[in-house]
Nanobody
């Protein structure tokens, strides 16, 4: 079955960096849409970034220039490099996967059927 396992979260000070990883199994990783989402306490889950099978990437406006999504098809692993972290980036970060969708909906959480358990990122000021 599909499994997504995130790692790499932690606590950092503002301006610091973290790299999240999401190890995938149980599906054709190289053919799927893959995304990173986050949810802060009391808030709805929101998109961070997504990558299509062909490598096309999209980012939510607040992380552009700071975060980079990438994938290694040989390792079945999705990454999120996060630089210049801010306190407002504090959230649980989830990776997600979906085989088919319209590319224009890559940042819509409701388009993804498969989710990891999440990893906590805490940024202090």
């Amino acid at each position: 079955q599909v499994q997504l396992v995130e790692s790499g979260g932690g606590s950092v000070q503002a301006g610091g960096s973290l790299r999240l990883s999401c190890e995938a199994s149980g599906f054709r990783f190289d053919l799927y849409y893959l995304g990173w989402f986050r949810q802060a306490p009391g808030k709805e889950r929101e998109a961070v970034a997504a990558v299509a099978a062909d490598g096309y990437t999209v980012y939510t406006e607040s992380v552009k220039g700071r975060f980079t999504i990438s994938k290694d098809n040989a390792k079945n692993t999705l990454y999120l490099q996060m630089n210049d972290l801010k306190p407002e980036d504090t959230a649980i970060y989830y990776c997600a996967a979906q085989e088919y969708m319209h590319w224009a909906k890559m940042l819509a959480p409701d388009q993804y059927n498969y989710w990891g358990q999440g990893t906590q990122v805490t940024v202090s000021s």
